[in-house]
Structures are given as C-alpha cells and as structure tokens.
C-alpha cells in the first residue's frame, strides 16, 4: 500500500516506513502494518531527526501499550474468578498430618541426628566468619572481639590458642 504523500516526510524516511510496511505484511499482520503507517506519517513529521528504529521503537511502545491496557482489563476478570479455585487446589495440595503427635516426635527425631547438629554448627560458623569479615572491613574488630570473647564460642576460642 502506497504512502500518503504528507509533505513532512523525505523520499528516504517514505522508503524506511514502507519497508517496515512490508516486513508486516509478509508476516501476515495487516492491521499492524496499516497501524504503522498511520503512525509512522503522523509521528515522523514531528521528530524529523530520528531515525526509524526510534520511531519504530515509539511506534512499538504504543502498540504495547495498547495490548497491556485490553490484556490487564481481562486478566482482572479471570483473576477475580480463579481465586477461589486456586485456594481450593493449594489447600489440596498440602500434605496430610493425621496425626500431630507424629509431627512432634519427627522434629524431636531430627534433632537427634547428627547431621542436624552438624547442619547448626555450620550456619553458626558462617555467621561468625561474616561478622569477623565484616568487622575486618569496617575496622570495628577490636570492639567486635571483645564481644565474642566475653561469649562461650569466644572463651573456647581462647583456650584452643
């Protein structure tokens, strides 16, 4: 489809948007490049200096912005109505406890385990050497020290020198 001569727009800008034209139309999507011949003659005129992939990026930004405006509108419906049904689906999906009495004497066989107190020491040994680091970094250790020497941890500390 050939380009209404507006006057705005030189032969090479009128090229540029016809071939924009025909990419969308070789991929099947007329409205859009009819949509963007509207634009482009009436956007372009008034940017004269930009170039065409910043007129096709504003061009872009409209269309998505028109898709969000009517997607959002939809979503909100289909929202509204599927909560329920998702509570009602998460509620199923929970595993069963027949019995709470089982649940207790599990958390009180894992911490028989050594792999639990293994797990616990390891996390309390990361969170001392991200103090100890942090304290070497802001030049806090001599203050942070005597906090953790007047710990059980620190007073071990002290007797393993």
Excluded: C
């Excluded at 599990?106 to 001392?128: H, K």
Aim: glycine share 12%.
């Amino acid at each position: 489809m050939p380009l209404p001569d507006t006057g705005g727009l030189t032969q090479k800008q009128r090229d540029e948007i016809d071939q924009v034209y025909q990419a969308a139309i070789s991929k099947g999507d007329t409205q859009l490049a009819q949509d963007w011949l509207v634009f482009a003659n009436e956007f372009w005129p008034q940017h004269p200096t930009y170039s065409v992939q910043q007129v096709l990026d504003a061009f872009l930004a409209v269309e998505v912005g028109k898709g969000l405006g009517k997607g959002i509108s939809n979503v909100g419906t289909l929202v509204g109505s599927g909560v329920p049904n998702a509570a009602a689906k998460a509620a199923e999906s929970l595993p069963k406890v027949s019995n709470p009495l089982t649940a207790i004497a599990d958390f009180f066989g894992a911490l028989s385990q050594a792999n639990t107190w293994i797990r616990v020491a390891e996390v309390v040994l990361g969170v001392v050497l991200l103090g100890v680091g942090l304290a070497h970094l802001t030049g806090t250790s001599n203050a942070i020290s005597k906090v953790v020497g007047a710990t059980p941890v620190g007073r071990v500390g002290k007797v393993l020198k």
